[in-house]
C-alpha cells in the first residue's frame, strides 16, 4: 500500500557500493529502514543531503509487512537546515540525540508525542537565537516524559535526592549508585521545568553536567532496557 508520512532521519549506514540503509522515524508508522539507492545519481529521489541526522522529510513508499526493508518512491525536504551543519555544538547536539532516538525507537510503531517533540526539539535546535548549553539535558527530560518515566518533579523538595529508579525524588539514609547526590538532584529538578527556550534560566558547570548527563543516560538504560553505549556521549561531554 502507498503511504506518505513525515519522517526524521535517525542513521544511515553504507550497504555496498550503490546502497544505504537509511533509518527514519515517521509520524505514521514509528521506526522504520529503508533501502535506498543510488543516492548520488541525478535520479535519485533520496539526496546525498538528506542523510544528515534529524533531517525533516515528507516521503511516499510502498508499505509491504513482508520485508524488513522498505523502498521510498519519493521524498522532499520539509525544513531546509539554516544553523545545525554550521555550528559544531549544535551538529552534536543532533548527532547525539539522533543516536538516543535510534536506539531506544526500536518498534514499528507509532508514539505521536514522541515525534512531536522531536519536530519541535529539531526546529528550535536549528534556531540560532536558542541557548544550547542545556539543550541535550532538557530534551533528554522532555523525552522520557513522552514516553512516560519522567522524573516527578512534584516530589521534589530542598534536600531530597533522584532515584533513577522509581523516578522520584526522597531521602536516603545510605549510599546507592542509584541515588543522584543532593546537588545534583538539585540541578536536575531545575531542569525540569525548563522548556528550550528558557535553556539559560539556570547555569550548571561542567563536572556537574557532564554527572547529569551520565545519570540521566543510566536512567534511560534502566527504563528502556537498552544496553548499547551511546558512542557521540563523549563529544559531547567535550563540548558541554
Known amino acids: 500500500m502507498n503511504e506518505k508520512t513525515e519522517a526524521i532521519v535517525l542513521h544511515s549506514i553504507k550497504h555496498s557500493d550503490t ?19 543510488g543516492i548520488r545519481g541525478k535520479r535519485s529521489r533520496i539526496k546525498a543531503s538528506m542523510l544528515m541526522p534529524l533531517t525533516l522529510l515528507e516521503i511516499d513508499f510502498n508499505n509491504n509487512n513482508k520485508f524488513d526493508l522498505q523502498r521510498i518512491s519519493d521524498a522532499k525536504l520539509l525544513h531546509t537546515f539554516g544553523a545545525i551543519p554550521f555550528d559544531p555544538a549544535r551538529n552534536a547536539i543532533a548527532i547525539f540525540i539522533a543516536e538516543v532516538l535510534h536506539k531506544t525507537q526500536r518498534e514499528p510503531n507509532p508514539v505521536p508525542a514522541v515525534f512531536a517533540l522531536v ?15 542545556n539543550f541535550h539535558l532538557i530534551f533528554l527530560l522532555r523525552y522520557a516524559a513522552a514516553l512516560g518515566f519522567a522524573p516527578l518533579a512534584d516530589s521534589y523538595s530542598n534536600g531530597l535526592m533522584f532515584n533513577i529508579a522509581d523516578g522520584t525524588f526522597g531521602a536516603s539514609t545510605s ?9 545534583e538532584s538539585a540541578a536536575l529538578n531545575a531542569l525540569c521545568s525548563l522548556s528550550y527556550e528558557r535553556g ?13 548527563t551520565l545519570d540521566l543516560m543510566d536512567f534511560f538504560r534502566l527504563h528502556t532496557n537498552e544496553r548499547q553505549e551511546f558512542k ?3 563529544v559531547i561531554y567535550e563540548l558541554f
Open 232 to 234: 557521540s556521549l563523549n
Open 200 to 212: 539559560s534560566d539556570i547555569t550548571i558547570g561542567r563536572q556537574l553536567k557532564k554527572k547529569i
Open 19 to 37: 546502497s544505504t540503509i537509511l533509518h527514519l522515524l515517521t509520524e505514521k508508522f514509528g521506526h522504520l529502514a529503508f533501502a535506498v539507492s
Open 175 to 183: 549510599a546507592s549508585n542509584l541515588m543522584l547526590d543532593k546537588e
Open 119 to 133: 519536530k519541535e526539539t529539531i526546529l528550535k535546535l536549528d534556531d540560532p537565537a536558542i541557548h544550547i548549553g
